[in-house]
């Protein structure tokens, strides 16, 4: 027992990785603070509209659409530690503007829209420099145990943030729950500021010249990473709009007040969260059968949940759920960045953060459509079924294809000999 929880906690005997999860920590229980303050709000500010909920979430994803894979290329340039440290405090300074305005009792739609449309800018550049930048935290071996960790402890501030936002906004309204978001970001500033440079694993001198391109042929090259990325292209799309779903299903279906709605959060946070934990054994790179094994339970269980019939059943339901979307991020996650060489890490999980979350505009106009339609049942429907779809095309392409080992990455454009 003793030598599981020690392989468990590894990583978290590094210090620069105990900085940084802490700070993490505490930031992320504010974003999902505010992400249930946001909802809450636009239902208030437009009579419970699944469309508005959608436009907001679609400005929020769509910069991941533009952005990332130039961001990416960023990440493998610049700095990855006082990158972050400059983007989180962007991000505080966006969440304290909003929170203003509806403390002055200001605040418009259009205000929410230009919020979410900033935040997802700055995320375009943040989400794929922060999962580069935790291989360099821990190194290459301990890898998958810190990006497990990572998942659980963002999973513990998804079950302990909107929890904690259901009742702030019972008692002191949307307002306060910003502030303590926009507070939040410096919990990570501070982290990243009090490490150590020096023990950071960098593999070398970064280069001068980084082209996107290049993450793209790779992984255009490679059947073990393109089949993977494929499969969460389409449940990134599909099947991961539970920002979208859940306040409309709370509201419209079990017509729940905030804390119930917290409670169905929640109830996603912890299956999550005990995924994270199971995960965080993992050592070495993940077979392809495990990501579409995942994807399958995942899928099944969310379109179990649109089906429930009372607000407990979709708890139970959705804890379930919860539980596979974090198996199938974490095997997928370790099976595309544990496929790629150091130099071309930033770009590919730039690429893996483009699938994931940059065609979430497009899932979140469909579902929230879709809800308004036929109701808020039907979008998680459609994603569980999407989800299971997918998976087992995915797994007739790799059972169809040609077996062996992948080739070679190429080397980085930056490192070959160029003629100036």
Same mark, same amino acid.
């Given at each position: ?19 940084? &999860? ?6 992320? +229980?504010?974003?999902?603070?505010? @992400? ?23 400005l ?10 130039? %961001? ?14 400059? @983007?989180?405090? =962007? ?52 890898l ?8 659980a ?5 998804? @079950? ?27 919990a ?16 070398g ?17 490679r ?34 007040d ?5 409670l169905?959060?929640?109830?996603? +946070? +912890? ?19 495990? @990501?579409?094994?995942?994807?399958? /339970? ?5 379109a179990?949940? /649109? ?6 059943? %979709? ?6 759920? /919860? ?8 095997? %997928? ?30 899932? %979140? ?27 087992? =095309? ?10 062996? &080992? ?12 160029v003629?100036?």
């Open positions: 027992m003793k030598r599981i929880l020690a392989g468990t906690y590894q990583s978290l005997t590094i210090r620069n990785f105990r900085l940084f &999860a802490a700070g993490q920590l505490v930031s992320v +229980a504010g974003t999902w603070m505010m @992400v249930v303050a946001q909802d809450w709000l636009v239902l208030a500010l437009t009579g419970d509209s699944g469309t508005a909920l959608g436009v907001v979430t679609a929020q994803f769509a910069p991941l659409l533009l952005l990332t894979l130039y %961001a990416g290329g960023l990440a493998d340039r610049h700095d990855k530690r006082r990158l972050l440290m400059a @983007v989180n405090l =962007v991000s505080a300074a966006l969440a304290l503007s909003l929170a203003l305005l509806v403390l002055a009792g200001r605040v418009e739609l259009w205000h929410v829209f230009l919020f979410a449309l900033g935040l997802g800018t700055v995320n375009a550049v943040e989400v794929p420099t922060r999962m580069a930048f935790v291989s360099e935290l821990v190194g290459a071996e301990l998958p145990n810190a990006s497990a960790l990572s998942a402890y963002f999973n513990c501030a998804r @079950v302990v943030g909107p929890a904690l936002a259901g009742l702030m906004i019972s008692w002191s309204g949307t307002a306060a729950v910003m502030l303590v978001n926009a507070a939040s970001y410096l990570t500033v501070g982290g990243l500021r009090m490490m150590r440079p020096g023990e950071l694993h960098r593999s001198r970064r280069p001068d010249r980084v082209r996107v391109m290049d993450g793209i042929r790779l992984v255009m090259s059947r073990d990473l393109l089949l993977p990325m494929v499969l969460v292209a389409v449940i990134g799309m599909l099947g991961f709009n539970f920002q979208l779903i859940l306040p409309l299903l709370a509201k419209t279906v079990f017509h729940a905030a804390a119930e709605f917290g169905l959060t929640t109830a996603l +946070a +912890a299956g999550s969260l005990v995924a994270a934990f199971a995960t965080t054994l993992r050592r070495g790179r993940p077979p392809l059968g495990l @990501v579409v094994a995942a994807a399958l /339970g995942f899928g099944i269980m969310q179990l949940a /649109g089906l429930a019939p009372t607000h407990a059943v %979709a708890v139970v339901l959705l804890f379930g759920t /919860g539980f596979g979307s974090v198996c199938f991020a974490q095997a %997928a996650n370790h099976r595309i960045q544990l496929g790629a060489a150091p130099a071309y890490r930033g770009r590919i999980m730039a690429l893996y953060t483009l699938v994931f979350q940059g065609t979430t505009p497009f899932g %979140a106009l469909l579902v929230g459509w879709l809800s308004d339609l036929l109701g808020a049942r039907s979008g998680l429907v459609l994603g569980g079924t999407a989800s299971v779809v997918a998976a087992l =095309v995915v797994l007739a392409l790799h059972l169809g294809g040609t077996t062996g &080992a992948p080739p070679p990455s190429p080397r980085p454009a930056a490192f070959r000999s003629r100036r």
